[in-house]
């Protein structure tokens, strides 16, 4: 499943990263590979992401269909 | 010595570069405050560079591209990391880039008065091999404990991560000796960069390729995350016993569930309304007590014993124009004050997510939230904050709308007219929601006709929540409200001592003290019954708004120095259509370079054009609609519903034809 499919207060773990060679880079160097995370809010766009406790992200829904991930 | 300050955005590098050099650079509790790099000496023998934020070595925005190339070709001594304490693991990625590519580093923790756990930095200093500075805004200035440690790392050798050794890294080191030499940088790190499918390594390998040609794709790794798997190995090593397991925040995801909720957009509505209403209504008395004072000096000036036209030259040329523009200080300073702790709460961020679904109908992306608040200062900083935007479309359209949404010098003009003419706030609310209407109904058509099939790829950080620093949103306010003082001081000056030599002089005699025989006049008629249809074809508005291309602000001044609202207006009506023309039309030189330097030359062209017939049509549509209103109410309406249904006939016939090529597209897929 990708983070996409995940709804809001749905956690879990990165498990790997999809997507053009370009998104793929981007995600890894934000430190995304592998990391916890929450999904905190929902919009039909976007996403609010709780990534290790650590950082916030707002993810387009284009990024997070490319991020593979494995619920809690 | 030249160093080069850098690390991922938001970690607070040019409040250091402000502190080091005691400069006033701009912040903010934001990504992409600075878009360029920023160079000052400290001392004799020190260069300090400030860059762009950026996540690696690998660029993908413009601003990441400057980054790059000035760390690994700009030829500095030393790179003075900034990482910010809470985020030590992410943020030291781009460090271990550094060290692969043979820099001597030292690595600066930022902000650990905010450090929610104890950290080591002694032992950080020990693992990783460079000198390690804490800092934060508590602390006293860092600069000498910095400068110092910057001359210890110049004169040690450059440190190499272990994992560079590695027999995967090795064996591909032979590949990459040419190119090394060629780049002056590590073959390891070349090595690692072609596995990663770096397209300015590609660049440099294969001269000129985008990284797409066979022999660039030989290079890429089949796990092209092995570097990264290997970086993030080495940090987490590094980090294993210097950091204590950090405290959860409570605070801060208790306010994301208010501000982000179900209301976020009505709260974010509520909250831009307040900000013009307070700027508006909280400079009232202080602009009424310097408007008084203006009249008070002009009065001295007129009463001097001297000459007719030096007379009129300090009171109705400089006092009157000067003192037009200086009498809106007082609402500037307040907009400026007030955005100011927007962006250092850190709310602004939060509001790029919540306006992204709204933002994505007319192909932009929610940073460009940003660009658009800012430009309610000043839209020629505005457009080149576009430079953090990824996806080029979304960036260009973003710079393309900044100008729209009224600047700070726009206001002064709105508040004048308005404030002369008895016209509510409301009426100044209006300008702002025209200008962005303008700019949302643009931009539609611009989708509809192009649309922007690239995904922007937002990934964007959020920066925690922090009380405004009061210090921070003064030097925000001080240096604009300089800049604005320095605009007055200089354009405007000049501007109304040309515009008062013009008025006032004719070509057939010396001083004709002002009317229909000066040089002004002559030259402006010629535009004049252009502008006739939309009620202000006098040569004077005609006058004022040539001037307003030079800065905005000039406008005021130019109808003040030919002795008011009531020289140059014949009616309400006129006032409020020149308003609308003002609002919309040619933005300011300042602008239209920023714009040309972002979009290209033809791109600037383009937006005169458009600001231009914009304006006309609008200003156009108000005074026709307003002076035909009280003549014959039926009729206005009978044509204001034809245009609503042709409009409506074009938008559903464009909506039709979109839908049935969506499904043309959906057929064939």
Request: hydrophobic share 50%; charged share 20%; net charge positive.
């Amino acid at each position: 499943m990708t983070l996409l499919d995940c709804k809001a207060q749905d956690g879990g773990t990165v498990r790997a990263i999809g997507g053009d060679r370009e998104t793929h880079r981007r995600l890894v160097d934000m430190g995304l590979l592998d990391v916890a995370y929450d999904v905190k809010f929902k919009r039909k766009r976007s996403m609010l992401v709780d990534f290790r406790g650590e950082f916030s992200a707002v993810v387009t829904s284009a990024v997070a269909a490319q991020i593979e991930v494995s619920k809690r | 010595m030249k160093i080069a300050l850098c690390g991922n955005p938001n970690v607070g590098k040019t409040t250091l570069f402000n502190r080091i050099t005691r400069s006033d650079a701009p912040v903010g509790n934001w990504h992409g405050v600075t878009v360029d790099a920023r160079s000052k000496r400290v001392g004799k023998d020190v260069l300090l560079s400030d860059l762009p934020g950026a996540y690696s070595l690998t660029a993908r925005t413009k601003e990441e591209t400057v980054t790059r190339d000035n760390i690994l070709y700009g030829g500095y001594d030393v790179c003075v990391y900034v990482a910010e304490v809470n985020n030590l693991r992410r943020n030291l990625y781009m460090f271990v880039q550094l060290l692969e590519a043979g820099k001597r580093v030292v690595l600066v923790v930022n902000m650990m008065d905010e450090a929610r756990g104890k950290v080591d930095l002694k032992k950080l200093s020990d693992r990783l091999g460079v000198p390690v500075v804490g800092t934060s805004v508590k602390s006293g200035n860092p600069k000498n404990e910095i400068l110092a440690a910057a001359e210890i790392a110049a004169r040690r050798a450059p440190v190499k991560p272990e994992y560079l050794s590695d027999c995967k890294i090795k064996a591909a080191l032979g590949k990459y000796a040419q190119a090394a030499l060629s780049t002056g940088l590590p073959p390891e790190f070349i090595a690692l960069k072609s596995m990663e499918s770096d397209d300015n390594i590609a660049e440099k390998i294969c001269g000129g390729c985008d990284g797409s040609c066979a022999d660039c794709k030989s290079h890429a790794s089949d796990d092209m995350d092995y570097p990264a798997r290997q970086r993030y190995a080495y940090i987490g090593k590094a980090l294993a016993g210097v950091l204590e397991k950090p405290r959860d925040i409570k605070r801060a995801n208790r306010l994301d569930k208010v501000l982000l909720g179900k209301l976020a957009l009505p709260i974010f509505l509520a909250v831009m309304a307040l900000v013009f209403v307070v700027t508006f209504e909280a400079g009232k008395p202080l602009s009424s007590l310097l408007s008084s004072l203006t009249e008070r000096v002009a009065a001295l000036a007129r009463d001097v014993d001297t000459a007719d036209w030096v007379k009129s030259l300090l009171a109705d040329g400089v006092i009157a124009g000067v003192g037009g523009v200086l009498v809106f200080l007082p609402q500037v300073a307040i907009l400026y004050i007030l955005t100011a702790l927007l962006q250092d709460s850190g709310y602004m961020s939060r509001v790029a997510f919540v306006t992204d679904d709204f933002f994505k109908r007319f192909g932009l992306s929610g940073r460009a939230a940003f660009s658009l608040v800012l430009g309610l200062g000043c839209s020629a900083t505005a457009v080149l904050s576009t430079r953090g935007i990824s996806g080029k479309a979304a960036r260009r359209r973003t710079a393309f709308a900044v100008p729209f949404c009224p600047c700070s010098a726009r206001l002064a003009v709105f508040t004048a007219i308005s404030g002369y003419f008895g016209l509510s706030g409301f009426v100044v609310a209006a300008m702002y929601l025209l200008g962005c209407a303008v700019a949302l109904l643009l931009l539609k058509v611009m989708n509809a006709v192009k649309p922007d099939r690239d995904d922007d790829g937002l990934i964007m950080e959020m920066p925690p929540y922090r009380i405004p620093s009061a210090k921070r949103v003064l030097s925000v306010v001080w240096r604009n409200v300089w800049a604005f003082l320095a605009r007055v001081g200089s354009t405007v000056f000049a501007v109304s001592i040309i515009m008062w030599v013009l008025c006032n002089f004719s070509f057939a005699s010396w001083y004709s003290g002002g009317g229909e025989t000066s040089i002004m006049n002559t030259f402006a008629s010629f535009i004049a019954p252009v502008f006739a249809p939309l009620g202000f074809g006098s040569w004077r508005a005609v006058a004022a708004l040539i001037t307003g291309v030079a800065a905005k602000e000039t406008v005021i001044s130019v109808i003040a120095s030919f002795g008011g609202m009531g020289e140059v207006f014949a009616s309400t009506a006129a006032a409020v259509s020149f308003t609308i023309f003002t609002c919309l039309y040619v933005p300011c030189i300042a602008t239209l370079s920023a714009l040309a330097k972002e979009n290209g030359v033809k791109s600037a062209f383009a937006s005169v054009a458009v600001h231009t017939v914009a304006a006309y049509v609008a200003s156009f549509a108000y005074y026709n609609t307003a002076v035909y209103w009280s003549v014959d109410k039926v009729a206005v309406i009978v044509v204001w519903a034809s245009v609503a249904a042709v409009a409506t006939i074009i938008a559903v016939g464009a909506a039709l034809i979109k839908r049935r090529r969506r499904r043309r597209i959906a057929a064939t897929v």
